[in-house]
């Protein structure tokens, strides 16, 4: 199920049900048929283009979250900021997924929330609204709130209205989302472009998939750069010669 197809049914469902589709720093949280789209793009930033594109074609806005600290993606090297750039001009937002783990208290969150946003927000358009990557506990259940910053997981998004998540493969569909829309339930709906492909796959076709995808992406960055693979083998080629 975790198609583009079906992604795109799922936003055409909210729209036949009389959903609107808010930012989360809108002011109507406390309305009924509101859903919050979001993306956090701990490692497919290619994927995340194709939601994008979805949801432009139907005429609905989300946020996207980029993560400074991914081991995956730079958030500074042409491929993401030219994505960036793109998704933006859908009419799309940009936020910080931010990565709380790396803190051990909460000044500390704060501190390292508003350097890194000052420092990004240099060379993109990012809003001042954070998601956090892998939450804890303490995250979840603390109602966090940091000044200037909209947290997705403050309590009037997570806990006071429905929140549906495709985290770890999760079936989310099974979970009364359906019935949920049925009643016009507000929403939280978050996605990671890494689940999502043109064709249903599996865990291990997921995983296949991605780092063919990075192939690509490590090719187009070489080349980019007055380099290619075929140099780099030419090299390493020379390389083992030595050692004969």
Known sequence: MF????????????????????????????????????????????????????????????????QPNSDFYNMMSYECMSLIKKIKNMGHEIGLHIDATITKEYEELVDYTNSTFNYYSNYMPISKIISFHQPSSYILNNNIVINGFINTYEKRFFKDIKYFSDSNRRIFWSDS????????????????????????????????????????YVDRSLKRNDGSLSKIASWLNNELNEYK
């Not at 048929?33 to 989300?62: C, M, P, Q, T, W």
């Not at 929403?187 to 997921?206: G, K, N, R, V």
């Open 177 to 216: 989302f359906y019935d949920s829309i049925e009643k016009g339930l507000s929403m939280q709906f978050l996605t990671h472009p890494f689940w999502w492909a043109y064709f249903e796959q599996s865990i291990y076709e997921a995983y296949y998939n991605f780092s063919k995808k990075m192939d690509k």
């Open 3 to 66: 198609t583009y197809e079906f992604y795109g049914s799922c936003i055409k469902l909210f729209k036949k049900s009389g959903y609107t589709f808010e930012s989360f720093s809108s002011e109507k949280g406390d309305k009924k048929n509101i859903v919050y789209l979001r993306h956090d793009i701990d490692n497919d930033f290619l994927g995340a283009y194709n939601l994008a594109k979805i949801e432009k074609e139907n005429g609905v806005k989300s946020i996207f979250f980029v």
